[in-house]
């Protein structure tokens, strides 16, 4: 699958994105060419050759402050996503499996967790159980996790009344096997595309987060917060949102075309084994509600 | 939602009409108990794991009103007074009980009764919350619309791109920048603060118009992209094709048959949508300097007044199922699909 997603512009391109977040999440620290705490004699000055994007009120190098503060973004949204993943899509799969009762109770915890405005509830939680980012994103991580619950129970629904399933119930399969033999593998690209959303989603709430000062110490950088200090200044430098403010945009941006990539390249897989051109596996994923980009 | 039809008209005997009003009395009361299922059971749980988070966090009004080096006994004299001593399922009891009837307690840091704040806030947040719809709907019905009448042109290219940047904007980067371009730059709106409608709409809704423009990007796009998918997906259904065969008007078709089947999955992303309209207010409330909703939010939950997040939380479910309750009557009575059961 991968290597029909990349044959695709669009997957390239948010391949190419993502790749090179990655690389400022892992080795940003070291990239920056200042300390990104250490604060220097001009505040709020304006781009030059020692400082690429300026300083911010108290002197301190933006462009380091960006770079160190991406592990952060990176990290909380890998977090959330996998999280909601582990959460989310096993009790999805179980659920068709596992009979009436389990069906039923996930059914409503999901339909709980949807009712719940998510932020709301990682900022009151947050505030409450401790000032730790990681706690905040496996809560939001538990609040999406329905997207996963109904993505993988359609596409496990879709598999389970398949004429192949039925044969290996009828040959007396274990229903361990015929999850990890058949399910698993159609449940899986529906799943890859709301893992790609979820990211994206991840990353508006670390943002938020930090913006409004929840989970990190002040002195430590991060996207949000430098969104956050820049508001203060906008009179002196109206442009200084201009960096953080595309950098989150670009990364969703690429969360969601890569998502747009897989779903293009699994409909066309579905296609092609079907046969018949109207039976796309992640139909039901497609009709289900994408996570809000905007929190 | 009415429950009864337009008056009957002439020539239509009235057992007819009464059928009908009952038939459609049926249809909004079926969809009052679906939605019902699934409300009691949301409400319980929820306000369960809402309540658990005291104990889970361990916070107490002592360590607020006496600080941190009070002595054990003073501690345990403040916990008995707000009946924090009695067992946990006691406590659960009475503040459901409580929260039934509208009263949300008392908040720990200034002895307020939080479902006072909380009304005062909401009538801030509701307003910025309305208006955002009202400018996604306006918007998104509009983008979507066009885009699926022109599919595949360049109109249809260029809205799904304008669609797929604004989507991709989180509430408060939009706040951001429209403080900077309009407040900061422009000097068009006041940059932060609210004022009531009651003293002048104008005012007001200068107050709350960037607020709610940055909140409704979302919602423009979702409905833009839901609609547009949906009304294409109704195009290349046989009753239209045989509608085009009978030689009916292309815009009675698109009223008559297309706007009402793909209205749908629109309305239902609005339903979706609000929860996360309510979650953004957290921070679109911190941006603009209103003092809503969303900000006693924050702000009780970093001060750790536990029974006033409480509230917000509660007042937040409420809410949300308030609106899918009146989204989901509203699909009762609009789409023929829901009619049917799907």
């Given at each position: 699958m991968t290597r029909r997603v990349l044959a695709l512009a669009s997957g390239r391109i948010a391949a190419a994105v993502l790749a090179a977040i990655a690389v400022l999440a892992l080795f940003g620290p070291l990239l920056a060419p200042h300390d990104p705490l250490a604060t220097g004699?001009?505040?709020?000055?304006?781009?030059?050759?020692?400082h690429w994007l300026g300083t911010d009120y108290l002197g301190r190098d933006v462009l380091s402050r960006l770079l160190d503060g991406s592990r952060v973004s990176v990290l909380g949204s890998l977090e959330v996503a996998f999280t909601a993943l582990a959460v989310g899509a096993v009790p999805g799969i179980l659920s068709v499996h596992l009979g009436r009762v389990f069906e039923w109770v996930t059914l409503r915890l999901a339909d709980t967790l949807v009712a719940l405005p998510f932020l709301l509830f990682a900022v009151a939680v947050v505030a409450l159980l401790g000032n730790g980012l990681t706690q905040a994103m496996l809560v939001t991580g538990a609040l999406v996790s329905p997207l996963f619950y109904r993505v993988a129970r359609a596409a496990t629904l879709a598999v389970a009344r398949s004429p192949y399933v039925e044969a290996a119930i009828v040959s007396g399969a274990s229903t361990g096997w015929i999850v990890r033999r058949h399910v698993w593998a159609k449940v899986l690209p529906p799943i890859a595309v709301a893992l790609a959303q979820t990211v994206g989603v991840g990353f508006v709430i670390v943002s938020s987060l930090t913006f409004l000062g929840i989970g990190v110490q002040p002195p430590a950088p991060t996207w949000g917060g430098l969104l956050a200090s820049d508001l203060g200044y906008l009179g002196h430098q109206?442009?200084?949102?201009?960096a953080p403010a595309l950098l989150i945009m670009v990364t969703v941006w690429a969360c969601n075309l890569l998502a747009d990539a897989v779903r293009d390249v699994s409909g066309e897989a579905g296609r092609a084994l079907?046969?018949?051109?109207?039976?796309?596996?992640?139909q039901r994923s497609e009709t289900a509600p994408a996570p809000s980009g905007g929190v | 939602m009415t429950t009864t039809e337009a008056p009957a008209p002439y020539g239509v005997p009235l057992p007819a009409v009464a059928a009908r009003t009952r038939h459609t009395l049926g249809r909004v009361l079926a969809a009052l108990a679906r939605s019902a299922a699934i409300f009691v059971p949301v409400f319980l749980v929820a306000t369960f794991v809402t309540f658990a988070l005291r104990s889970l966090s361990g916070l107490s009004p002592a360590r607020i009103q006496l600080g941190e080096e009070a002595t054990p006994e003073a501690v345990a004299r403040v916990e008995a007074q707000w009946g924090l001593d009695r067992p946990f399922l006691v406590q659960y009891g009475d503040w459901f009980g409580d929260v039934l009837h509208g009263r949300l307690g008392t908040s720990w840091t200034n002895g307020a009764d939080i479902s006072t704040l909380i009304g005062l806030g909401l009538a801030v947040s509701l307003s910025v919350a309305a208006f955002a719809l009202l400018i996604g709907v306006v918007a998104g019905f509009a983008l979507g619309t066009v885009a699926a009448l022109r599919r595949t042109t360049w109109v249809d290219r260029a809205i799904t791109g304008f669609v797929t940047v604004i989507s991709v904007m989180p509430a408060f980067v939009v706040g951001i920048v429209l403080v900077t371009v309009f407040s900061v730059g422009l000097h068009l709106f006041p940059s932060a603060g609210y004022v009531p409608?009651?003293?002048?709409?104008g005012p007001w809704l200068a107050h709350i118009t960037l607020p709610a423009v940055a909140l409704s990007f979302d919602v423009v796009a979702d409905v833009a992209r839901q609609l547009r998918g949906s009304l294409v997906g109704a195009y290349r259904e046989n009753y239209v094709t045989g509608a085009v065969v009978r030689g009916l008007s292309p815009r009675r078709i698109f009223f008559g048959h297309v706007l009402r089947n793909g209205l749908g999955p629109a309305l239902a992303t609005l339903g979706l949508k609000f929860p996360a309209l309510v979650g953004a207010s957290v921070v679109t409330e911190w941006i603009f300097g209103l003092q809503g909703f969303g900000r006693f939010a924050n702000d009780s939950a970093q001060a750790g007044d536990v029974p006033a997040v409480q509230g917000v939380l509660v007042v937040s479910i409420v809410l949300v199922v308030a609106f899918n309750l009146l989204v989901d009557l509203v699909l009762a009575r609009v789409t023929p699909a829901s009619r049917r059961g799907v």
């Amino acid at each position: 699958m991968t290597r029909r997603v990349l044959a695709l512009a669009s997957g390239r391109i948010a391949a190419a994105v993502l790749a090179a977040i990655a690389v400022l999440a892992l080795f940003g620290p070291l990239l920056a060419p200042h300390d990104p705490l250490a604060t220097g004699d001009h505040p709020l000055a304006g781009a030059s050759g020692a400082h690429w994007l300026g300083t911010d009120y108290l002197g301190r190098d933006v462009l380091s402050r960006l770079l160190d503060g991406s592990r952060v973004s990176v990290l909380g949204s890998l977090e959330v996503a996998f999280t909601a993943l582990a959460v989310g899509a096993v009790p999805g799969i179980l659920s068709v499996h596992l009979g009436r009762v389990f069906e039923w109770v996930t059914l409503r915890l999901a339909d709980t967790l949807v009712a719940l405005p998510f932020l709301l509830f990682a900022v009151a939680v947050v505030a409450l159980l401790g000032n730790g980012l990681t706690q905040a994103m496996l809560v939001t991580g538990a609040l999406v996790s329905p997207l996963f619950y109904r993505v993988a129970r359609a596409a496990t629904l879709a598999v389970a009344r398949s004429p192949y399933v039925e044969a290996a119930i009828v040959s007396g399969a274990s229903t361990g096997w015929i999850v990890r033999r058949h399910v698993w593998a159609k449940v899986l690209p529906p799943i890859a595309v709301a893992l790609a959303q979820t990211v994206g989603v991840g990353f508006v709430i670390v943002s938020s987060l930090t913006f409004l000062g929840i989970g990190v110490q002040p002195p430590a950088p991060t996207w949000g917060g430098l969104l956050a200090s820049d508001l203060g200044y906008l009179g002196h430098q109206p442009w200084a949102p201009l960096a953080p403010a595309l950098l989150i945009m670009v990364t969703v941006w690429a969360c969601n075309l890569l998502a747009d990539a897989v779903r293009d390249v699994s409909g066309e897989a579905g296609r092609a084994l079907t046969g018949r051109p109207g039976a796309r596996p992640d139909q039901r994923s497609e009709t289900a509600p994408a996570p809000s980009g905007g929190v | 939602m009415t429950t009864t039809e337009a008056p009957a008209p002439y020539g239509v005997p009235l057992p007819a009409v009464a059928a009908r009003t009952r038939h459609t009395l049926g249809r909004v009361l079926a969809a009052l108990a679906r939605s019902a299922a699934i409300f009691v059971p949301v409400f319980l749980v929820a306000t369960f794991v809402t309540f658990a988070l005291r104990s889970l966090s361990g916070l107490s009004p002592a360590r607020i009103q006496l600080g941190e080096e009070a002595t054990p006994e003073a501690v345990a004299r403040v916990e008995a007074q707000w009946g924090l001593d009695r067992p946990f399922l006691v406590q659960y009891g009475d503040w459901f009980g409580d929260v039934l009837h509208g009263r949300l307690g008392t908040s720990w840091t200034n002895g307020a009764d939080i479902s006072t704040l909380i009304g005062l806030g909401l009538a801030v947040s509701l307003s910025v919350a309305a208006f955002a719809l009202l400018i996604g709907v306006v918007a998104g019905f509009a983008l979507g619309t066009v885009a699926a009448l022109r599919r595949t042109t360049w109109v249809d290219r260029a809205i799904t791109g304008f669609v797929t940047v604004i989507s991709v904007m989180p509430a408060f980067v939009v706040g951001i920048v429209l403080v900077t371009v309009f407040s900061v730059g422009l000097h068009l709106f006041p940059s932060a603060g609210y004022v009531p409608a009651e003293q002048g709409l104008g005012p007001w809704l200068a107050h709350i118009t960037l607020p709610a423009v940055a909140l409704s990007f979302d919602v423009v796009a979702d409905v833009a992209r839901q609609l547009r998918g949906s009304l294409v997906g109704a195009y290349r259904e046989n009753y239209v094709t045989g509608a085009v065969v009978r030689g009916l008007s292309p815009r009675r078709i698109f009223f008559g048959h297309v706007l009402r089947n793909g209205l749908g999955p629109a309305l239902a992303t609005l339903g979706l949508k609000f929860p996360a309209l309510v979650g953004a207010s957290v921070v679109t409330e911190w941006i603009f300097g209103l003092q809503g909703f969303g900000r006693f939010a924050n702000d009780s939950a970093q001060a750790g007044d536990v029974p006033a997040v409480q509230g917000v939380l509660v007042v937040s479910i409420v809410l949300v199922v308030a609106f899918n309750l009146l989204v989901d009557l509203v699909l009762a009575r609009v789409t023929p699909a829901s009619r049917r059961g799907v």
